[in-house]
């Protein structure tokens, strides 16, 4: 019975010790990634990229920190497998986008080429199918419309790029013009 108590309690014992460091780490992961994030962001926008682009580049590079973050907190906490496993999340992720195999990465590159498109931004008012609104907006696979009741639609990239959309309106809405990315 007292080994039994030991090897439950063992591994416990070993990994205490790593959490201050496993905290400092997510902390300090964190700040940097907001701090990342927030320059890239800014530096985007005086790059006179449409705004649409700009929130789907910021929106892919935020979801590879992340990973890279958890990544180093796995392998922190011992858990070298993990870490390798969650690395590789981005190695598939790189293979998806260059095959173009997926739904997922069929909206990720129809957000692209909205985005680079001349008659679609933020602010702009459009309508898909039915639903007229303001693209209030975009990220790496969906488009968020919101009407005039307030009432928010989400669209997939693909729809969009499928299916087509009419513009009605190229002033974009101030709220929206003020709206950080």
């Known amino acids: 019975m007292e080994k039994l108590i030991h090897d439950f309690w063992q591994p416990i014992a070993n990994f205490l010790p790593r959490i201050?460091?496993?905290?400092?780490?997510?902390?300090?992961?964190?700040?940097?990634?907001?701090l990342l994030l927030a320059i890239l962001a800014r530096g985007l926008k005086y790059s006179k990229m449409p705004k649409a682009l700009i929130s789907v580049i910021v929106s892919l590079s935020s979801i590879v920190v992340w990973v890279i973050l958890f990544a180093e907190i796995a392998r922190e906490a011992g858990l070298g497998s993990l870490?390798?496993?969650?690395?590789?999340?981005?190695?598939?992720?790189?293979?998806?986008?260059a095959t173009g195999a997926s739904g997922v990465t069929s909206d990720i590159l129809a957000g692209i080429f909205l985005a680079r498109d001349r008659d679609f931004s933020l602010?702009?008012?459009i309508k898909v199918g039915d639903v007229?609104?303001?693209?209030?907006?975009?990220?790496?696979?969906?488009?968020?419309?919101?009407?005039e009741k307030g009432i928010s639609y989400i669209f997939p990239n693909?729809?969009?790029?499928?299916?087509?959309?009419q513009l009605i309106s190229r002033e974009p809405d101030e709220e929206i013009e003020k709206k950080e990315i």
């Open 20 to 34: 201050p460091a496993l905290i400092l780490t997510f902390v300090v992961g964190w700040l940097i990634i907001k």
């Open 83 to 97: 870490a390798v496993t969650i690395s590789s999340s981005l190695a598939i992720l790189a293979l998806a986008l």
């Open 123 to 125: 602010g702009y008012k």
């Open 132 to 147: 007229e609104g303001t693209v209030n907006q975009v990220d790496i696979r969906k488009i968020r419309l919101v009407d």
């Open 158 to 165: 693909t729809k969009l790029d499928k299916d087509g959309w």
